[in-house]
C-alpha cells in the first residue's frame, strides 16, 4: 500500500498539474478567443499598449486569474482555521457570517459615508477597503467566538451566524436606501463577486495580506493538530491557547477579510475545500492540511471562473453563482455524512 508520504506527495502533484492547466484553460477562456499559438507569442514578445489583444491579455486575464490563486488559497486556509478552532465541519467566513461582516464594513465605507456627501473610499483608497472589510470581518467573528464558549451546540452556532448575516443585510440595506446613485451602483456589482475588477497594484495589496495570514496559520499549525482533542487538552498539553486563539483570529480575519474586500463575498470555498484536502489525505495534520487545502481552494475557484464564462459569450455570470453551484453539492454531501464523515 501506498505510504501517507507518498499519498501526500503524489496528491501535490496531481494538484499542482491541475492548478497549471486550469490557469492556461482559464487564459483562453472570455469574449475574446485566444488560440494556443496567440497565446505563447504575447507571452513572448511581453505586454503591448498598442496591441489590443497584448492589453486584454496582461491587463484583464492575467490579473483575473492571479487573484482567483490568490483569493481560492485565502477562502480554503481561512475556512480549514474556523473549522478547526470552533471543531465545525460546517464552519466557514460566509456559512458563520465572518464575510457578511466584512461586507458590513465594505458597505459602511461605500455607501454609509456617501450619505453624507462623503467619498471617502476614493480617499482612503485600496488599504481603507481592506481595513474596513478586516475590522467587519474580526467584530463578526469576535461575537460568534464569545458565543461559542458558552454554546456548543453546533446547529446554534451556525444559526447564529446567519442572523448576523441577516442583520448585516438589514443595515446594508438602510445604507443602500441611504447612499447615492453611483456608490450603490458600485457596491451592488462589488455583491455579485468578480475576479475581474482586480488591479495588478490591488492583486498586490491583497496578496501582502493573505501572505501574512498564511503564514500566521503555519505558525499554529502543531497547535490546531492538538486544538481538535478540545481546549482543556490542548492547555494540558503545554499549548498557550489564548496565544493560538488570537493567533487564528488574526489569520482569519486577514484571509477572509481581504478576499472580500476586493472580489466581493464568495460563498462555500471555505468550506468545502478543507473537507476534499481531508478526504485525499486522509488526515487530521494541519502541517500538510493547511497547503493542501490550498491548492483545492485554487482548483475550485479557478474552476468557477472558466464556468462563469463558459461557453465564450459577451455574458460573463458572476463568481458567487458559479462557486455556488460548485459548493452547494459538497455541503450537501457533508451535512449527509455527519459526524462520521469529519472524525
Known amino acids: 500500500m501506498m505510504t501517507f508520504l507518498k499519498r501526500k506527495y503524489v496528491w501535490f502533484l496531481i494538484l499542482i498539474s491541475i492548478i497549471v492547466i486550469l490557469v492556461f484553460i482559464d487564459l483562453l477562456t472570455g469574449s475574446v478567443s485566444f488560440g494556443i499559438k496567440e497565446t505563447l507569442k504575447i507571452l513572448f514578445n511581453g505586454p503591448d499598449t498598442n496591441n489590443y489583444l497584448s492589453v486584454i491579455f496582461f491587463d484583464i486575464r492575467l490579473p483575473r486569474i492571479f487573484t482567483a490563486v490568490s483569493a481560492g488559497m485565502a477562502l480554503a486556509v481561512s475556512g480549514l482555521l474556523m473549522q ?14 465572518v464575510s457578511s461582516g466584512a461586507g458590513l464594513g465594505v458597505a459602511l465605507l461605500i455607501l454609509g459615508f456617501s450619505a453624507f456627501g462623503l467619498n471617502v473610499s476614493h480617499i482612503l483608497g485600496d ?37 448576523l448575516g441577516s442583520a448585516a443585510g438589514a443595515i446594508i440595506n438602510v445604507f443602500q436606501y441611504a447612499g447615492s446613485e453611483q456608490s450603490l451602483k458600485l457596491f451592488v456589482l462589488w455583491t455579485m463577486g468578480s475576479l475581474s475588477n482586480t488591479t495588478w497594484s490591488q492583486w498586490t495589496i491583497m496578496t501582502i495580506v493573505i501572505s501574512a495570514g498564511v503564514f500566521i496559520a503555519f505558525l ?43 472580489c466581493g463575498p464568495l460563498a462555500f470555498i471555505g468550506i468545502a475545500a478543507p473537507h476534499i484536502a ?28 472558466i464556468l462563469s464564462q463558459f461557453p465564450s459569450s459577451d455574458i460573463i455570470l458572476p463568481i458567487n453563482v458559479t462557486t455556488s453551484l460548485l459548493g452547494i453539492p459538497i455541503v450537501f454531501w457533508i451535512v449527509i455524512k455527519g459526524k462520521r464523515m469529519w472524525s
Not at 486544538?227 to 483570529?249: C, D, H, I, P, Y
Request: glycine share 10%; proline share 2%; charged share 10%.
Open 84 to 97: 478547526t478552532l470552533f471543531r465545525n465541519p460546517l464552519a466557514g467566513p460566509d456559512v458563520l457570517g
Open 127 to 163: 488599504g481603507g477597503l481592506i481595513l474596513s472589510a478586516c475590522i467587519g470581518s474580526g467584530l463578526f467573528m469576535l461575537i460568534i467566538f464569545s458565543v461559542s464558549l458558552r454554546v456548543k451546540d453546533v446547529m446554534t452556532l451556525l444559526v447564529l451566524g446567519i442572523l
Open 220 to 262: 499554529t499549525a502543531y497547535s490546531l493538530n492538538v486544538w481538535l482533542l478540545g481546549e482543556e487538552n490542548a492547555k494540558s498539553s503545554g499549548v498557550n491557547t489564548l496565544r493560538v486563539r488570537n493567533l487564528l483570529f488574526l489569520s482569519t480575519i486577514l484571509l477572509a477579510g481581504s478576499v472580500t474586500a476586493f
Open 278 to 305: 481531508r478526504i485525499l489525505i486522509k488526515t487530521s495534520d494541519h502541517r500538510w492540511l493547511i497547503p493542501l487545502s490550498g491548492l483545492v481552494g485554487i482548483i475550485m475557484l479557478l474552476l468557477a471562473d
